[in-house]
């Protein structure tokens, strides 16, 4: 999560716990709400509970599916950016 908030622009705090930076991402990038939530609750599970076993296949792929949310993200933002620059240097 953290290399997709610093992707898209919006760095966690140093000191952001994962919850923390799953609800920035969150705010950030709203598709990838979902995601987050599920890739912290298997981080919860398998570091804080002993009885549960964490699911490594839906962190798996919870992780991609932020990955590349991310990267279209950036995408957007890089020919977004790129187009207006463009644009004011032909006014």
Do not use: C
Request: charge should be positive.
């Amino acid at each position: 999560m953290s290399l997709s908030l610093r992707r898209i622009g919006s760095p966690p705090k140093p000191d952001d716990t994962p919850a923390e930076r799953a609800i920035h991402l969150g705010s950030e990038l709203p598709p990838a709400q979902p995601p987050a939530q599920s890739l912290v609750a298997e981080y919860h599970a398998a570091t804080y509970s002993p009885t549960q076993d964490a699911n490594v296949e839906l962190a798996r792929l919870a992780g991609s599916e932020i990955r590349l949310l991310s990267y279209k993200a950036w995408l957007r933002r890089m020919f977004t950016e790129s187009s207006d620059r463009r644009r004011r240097r032909f006014r």
